[in-house]
């Protein structure tokens, strides 16, 4: 399984038979073409950067076979018979892909905005990508996409939450809050030079990573 890296918290895995997108949101360029191609869309919570609702709209109607699993509230604003709402514990495949949901809710940004709910995707039995939430799956992961940028993260709670999940790899998402150096400087409190003992990696756009199995080099 190929793991690819897009704007903020957009990712596609794919084999050789089949494939997914997690997360085409507004801040990813790419998502509306991203959208034509894949099998299915998995999305973790209902906000912009997470989900480009327009262009998923026109994709559903475009393409009716297209597969979208999402939290309630925004799988009933989709129409078509392939839009399906997700819920705690429930596992799906996506061709030759195994998916299982982890549900819980969208991370506090401040008690005066209400938390809505949110979503993790553990992919493959390989890769978790947590959506807004510092969120563990209680399962192992080899390989945790982590957010690092965002009005309700924390590096202090990165840290604990990377510990929690023990992954065997850290891949940065959902970063562009941060410039250059503010990535480079989190990686680096974060991975095997600062504060936990698992390997950091910051995949630029566009780039990507075999996933099944990660690479010896991460072990």
């Not at 998923?56 to 018979?81: D, H, I, M, Q, Y």
């Not at 506090?108 to 209400?114: A, L, M, N, Q, Y």
């Not at 938390?115 to 947590?130: E, K, R």
């Not at 990377?162 to 989190?186: D, F, K, N, Y």
Request: contains cysteine; negative net charge.
């Amino acid at each position: 399984m190929i793991l690819t890296k897009f704007a903020h918290a957009c990712v596609v895995l794919a084999t050789d038979t089949a494939s997914l997108v997690i997360d085409p949101g507004t801040f990813t360029p790419e998502a509306a073409s991203l959208l034509e191609s894949v099998d299915a869309v998995l999305i973790t919570h209902d906000h912009f950067d997470h989900v480009d609702e327009e262009a998923l709209k026109a994709a559903l109607t475009a393409r009716p076979e297209l597969r979208v699993f999402a939290p309630r509230t925004l799988a009933e604003r989709l129409s078509g018979g392939s839009v399906h709402a997700v819920s705690d514990g429930e596992s799906f495949a996506v061709g030759d892909i195994d998916v299982r949901v982890f549900a819980g809710q969208h991370a506090v940004i401040h008690p005066d905005i209400p938390q809505i709910d949110n979503v993790g995707y553990l992919v493959g039995g390989t890769v978790f990508h947590p959506g807004d939430a510092y969120l563990v799956p209680e399962v192992p992961v080899e390989v945790l996409l982590l957010p690092t940028s965002g009005p309700w993260t924390k590096l202090g709670d990165a840290v604990g939450y990377v510990r929690a999940v023990a992954p065997t790899l850290v891949v940065q998402i959902h970063e562009l809050m941060l410039s250059e150096l503010g990535q480079r400087s989190t990686a680096n409190f974060i991975g095997t030079e600062g504060l936990t003992d698992v390997p950091f990696l910051i995949l630029p756009p566009g780039e990507s990573l075999d996933v099944d199995p990660v690479s010896s080099a991460f072990a």
